[in-house]
């Protein structure tokens, strides 16, 4: 990749003009709904995307307050209440913030400008996909007027066959939003394929679009399974025809087998794009080239690959058999393989790098301490004599959580630090970030490492009341997240008081060396007035970048 070419004139004065700006390019509400833009969509789905954020983490609060002691604390939460709660943070989290969170609103924004295109292959396409989004947001959102479900996220029959609350409406905003994953997998892997700088073959690529194409990979592949069950399901219990209930002849193990073919490659959809975007802010931040880049970037396929012969560790308490329990035990210790290729290359970069502690790589480097404990705890879940102990308590949920929480959702705000100047052209509070990722990082680890404790003593997850016993643990839980979320708010906080900021973000503030930072801080409408060559690789050229006090950013000139 071709290292960013500009001098010290063009960035002490990189304010694009009105017509090139893509915020000013165009006005009116309209133009934003009906926009083809990729920078656009991407900034409206960040916006819908951190708003579900919000209301997801508030139904988590609320169960974690109620969980402050042994009994019910709070008067207005029921133990159909709570079960409501859990299962509208779960299906909110999951499907419409998680899932969609890097691919679709940085991945949207970023691709292109990797790329060195004006747009994605498929901009009407982009657009759809987006809509379809919100269509399902909103049915999600009416199964909450109409009576929360209460099943959890994975609505397991027999039981979101039976139970009296709106699991139709939810059903089918996540059969909607199946729909915008797939179109959104399609619409990247054909602008990765087709839309290519000169010069940039599959090896110059970044690893952030290694991980995009890995991801798009398992949407189109994986999500059909889950929209076919979700309708199977919608059938079953709006016209009573068997399929999973075992009490009109079906077969509820057949539910899981669907479900989770789908929905442990749908832990990489989330997790995939997240390797990504750490790959991108670890070599920038340590002032070296990526260390394995061949590696890394196969690794994501390999996982992509290997994520689908791996659901039934899911199942080893269902009953299957013993042969098939082994089966996929030993195919999910395989898949750490790739995942420790990562790890280890990423701190191969590091190490005598001259590292830079701005807020991206704090967010990196929380990633790597977090989502390495959620790994390692998955490698104790797939072995069978210890998960028939550990499944369904609250060590499932500490793993979880730190896989998705601590590795995709860090993650995402890794990267939304790292592309905010370029997203918005402004530079927010770099010390207010700073203390904002170490709050992140501190109320993460309080709120879920107490689970592992709880669930190897015992503590069964998704219960309303516990023994008294674990309440101690409980309530260190529930100040960790009480900080999260007041460190999460003083993010939302900083970031946009830096909008009210006069355009101050250069072209290059992190001294970067992918396409996107050859261009203006926010880009033009059509990202570059001349599609820019690739001779290098993507990480190839910081020892030609020096930091320029004028300037406030990185700038390509000869050293005096």
């Given at each position: 990749m071709a290292a960013p070419t500009t001098t010290a004139d063009q960035v002490l004065d990189p304010h694009p003009t009105k017509e090139d700006n893509y915020f000013t390019a165009e006005k009116g509400v309209l133009s934003w709904i009906f926009t083809l833009d990729h920078k656009r969509i991407g900034v409206m789905y960040l916006c819908s995307v951190m708003t579900m954020?919000?209301?997801?983490?508030?139904?988590?609060?609320?169960?974690?307050?109620?969980?402050?002691?042994?009994?019910?604390?709070?008067?207005?939460?029921?133990?159909?209440?709570?079960?409501?709660?859990?299962?509208?943070?779960?299906?909110?989290m999951v499907f419409l913030v998680i899932i969609p969170g890097i691919p679709?609103?940085?991945?949207?924004?970023?691709?292109?400008?990797?790329?060195?295109?004006?747009?994605?292959?498929?901009?009407?396409?982009?657009?759809?996909?987006?809509?379809?989004?919100?269509?399902?947001?909103?049915?999600?959102?009416?199964?909450?007027?109409?009576?929360?479900?209460?099943?959890?996220?994975?609505?397991?029959?027999?039981?979101?066959?039976?139970?009296?609350?709106?699991?139709?409406?939810?059903?089918?905003?996540a059969f909607i939003l199946g729909f915008s994953s797939i179109f959104t997998g399609l619409n990247f892997m054909t602008t990765i394929h087709k839309m290519r700088a000169p010069g940039q073959s599959w090896f110059r690529l970044p690893l952030f679009l290694w991980a995009i194409y890995a991801t798009a990979l398992i949407q189109v592949l994986a999500t059909p399974v889950l929209g076919i069950t979700l309708l199977m399901l919608i059938v079953e219990r709006g016209l009573h025809i068997g399929i999973f209930d075992p009490a009109l002849g079906g077969d509820p193990v057949l539910m899981q087998h669907f479900f989770w073919f789908y929905s442990h490659p749908a832990v990489y959809i989330m997790v995939v794009p997240a390797f990504g975007v750490v790959s991108e802010i670890i070599p920038v931040f340590s002032r070296k080239r990526m260390f394995g880049y061949k590696f890394i970037a196969l690794s994501s396929v390999a996982i992509a690959g290997l994520g689908f012969l791996v659901w039934g560790h899911h199942m080893f308490t269902s009953g299957q058999s013993v042969v098939a329990s082994t089966i996929f035990s030993s195919i999910t210790f395989l898949i750490a393989i790739p995942t420790a290729i990562k790890t280890f290359n990423w701190v191969g970069t590091m190490y005598k790098g001259r590292i830079h502690l701005d807020t991206p790589m704090l967010y990196a480097l929380a990633?790597?301490?977090?989502?390495?404990?959620?790994?390692?705890?998955?490698?104790?879940?797939?072995?069978?004599?210890?998960d028939i102990h550990l499944h369904d308590t609250y060590f499932v949920v500490a793993h979880f959580h730190y896989v998705m929480m601590g590795g995709a959702i860090t993650a995402f705000f890794g990267g939304l630090h790292y592309w905010w100047p370029k997203m918005f052209g402004r530079m927010y509070n770099e010390k207010q970030g700073r203390i904002g990722s170490i709050g992140v990082f501190l109320g993460l680890n309080l709120t879920f490492f107490p689970q592992f404790i709880m669930g190897t003593r015992g503590m069964p997850r998704r219960y309303y009341n516990y023994l008294d016993e674990f309440q101690d643990l409980h309530r260190l839980s529930t100040i960790g997240a009480l900080l999260m979320g007041v460190s999460f708010l003083f993010t939302a906080y900083y970031l946009i008081a830096s909008l009210r900021k006069k355009h101050d973000a250069p072209m290059n503030p992190w001294g970067a060396t992918t396409l996107e930072w050859t261009t203006t801080s926010p880009p033009p409408y059509y990202n570059f007035h001349k599609t820019p060559p690739v001779t290098q690789g993507p990480y190839d050229g910081y020892e030609k970048l020096w930091y320029d006090e004028k300037v406030g950013g990185y700038i390509e000139k000869k050293k005096d």
């Amino acid at each position: 990749m071709a290292a960013p070419t500009t001098t010290a004139d063009q960035v002490l004065d990189p304010h694009p003009t009105k017509e090139d700006n893509y915020f000013t390019a165009e006005k009116g509400v309209l133009s934003w709904i009906f926009t083809l833009d990729h920078k656009r969509i991407g900034v409206m789905y960040l916006c819908s995307v951190m708003t579900m954020f919000a209301l997801g983490g508030l139904f988590a609060l609320l169960v974690r307050i109620e969980h402050w002691t042994a009994g019910p604390t709070l008067d207005f939460v029921t133990p159909d209440m709570y079960n409501q709660f859990f299962t509208l943070h779960g299906a909110i989290m999951v499907f419409l913030v998680i899932i969609p969170g890097i691919p679709a609103a940085l991945g949207n924004f970023v691709l292109p400008l990797h790329l060195g295109a004006k747009d994605v292959a498929f901009p009407k396409l982009n657009l759809m996909s987006y809509h379809m989004w919100l269509l399902g947001a909103a049915f999600l959102v009416l199964s909450m007027v109409l009576g929360a479900a209460d099943t959890g996220w994975t609505f397991y029959t027999p039981y979101s066959t039976t139970t009296t609350t709106a699991v139709i409406p939810a059903l089918f905003g996540a059969f909607i939003l199946g729909f915008s994953s797939i179109f959104t997998g399609l619409n990247f892997m054909t602008t990765i394929h087709k839309m290519r700088a000169p010069g940039q073959s599959w090896f110059r690529l970044p690893l952030f679009l290694w991980a995009i194409y890995a991801t798009a990979l398992i949407q189109v592949l994986a999500t059909p399974v889950l929209g076919i069950t979700l309708l199977m399901l919608i059938v079953e219990r709006g016209l009573h025809i068997g399929i999973f209930d075992p009490a009109l002849g079906g077969d509820p193990v057949l539910m899981q087998h669907f479900f989770w073919f789908y929905s442990h490659p749908a832990v990489y959809i989330m997790v995939v794009p997240a390797f990504g975007v750490v790959s991108e802010i670890i070599p920038v931040f340590s002032r070296k080239r990526m260390f394995g880049y061949k590696f890394i970037a196969l690794s994501s396929v390999a996982i992509a690959g290997l994520g689908f012969l791996v659901w039934g560790h899911h199942m080893f308490t269902s009953g299957q058999s013993v042969v098939a329990s082994t089966i996929f035990s030993s195919i999910t210790f395989l898949i750490a393989i790739p995942t420790a290729i990562k790890t280890f290359n990423w701190v191969g970069t590091m190490y005598k790098g001259r590292i830079h502690l701005d807020t991206p790589m704090l967010y990196a480097l929380a990633f790597l301490w977090v989502f390495t404990i959620g790994g390692v705890t998955g490698i104790f879940l797939a072995v069978m004599n210890v998960d028939i102990h550990l499944h369904d308590t609250y060590f499932v949920v500490a793993h979880f959580h730190y896989v998705m929480m601590g590795g995709a959702i860090t993650a995402f705000f890794g990267g939304l630090h790292y592309w905010w100047p370029k997203m918005f052209g402004r530079m927010y509070n770099e010390k207010q970030g700073r203390i904002g990722s170490i709050g992140v990082f501190l109320g993460l680890n309080l709120t879920f490492f107490p689970q592992f404790i709880m669930g190897t003593r015992g503590m069964p997850r998704r219960y309303y009341n516990y023994l008294d016993e674990f309440q101690d643990l409980h309530r260190l839980s529930t100040i960790g997240a009480l900080l999260m979320g007041v460190s999460f708010l003083f993010t939302a906080y900083y970031l946009i008081a830096s909008l009210r900021k006069k355009h101050d973000a250069p072209m290059n503030p992190w001294g970067a060396t992918t396409l996107e930072w050859t261009t203006t801080s926010p880009p033009p409408y059509y990202n570059f007035h001349k599609t820019p060559p690739v001779t290098q690789g993507p990480y190839d050229g910081y020892e030609k970048l020096w930091y320029d006090e004028k300037v406030g950013g990185y700038i390509e000139k000869k050293k005096d």
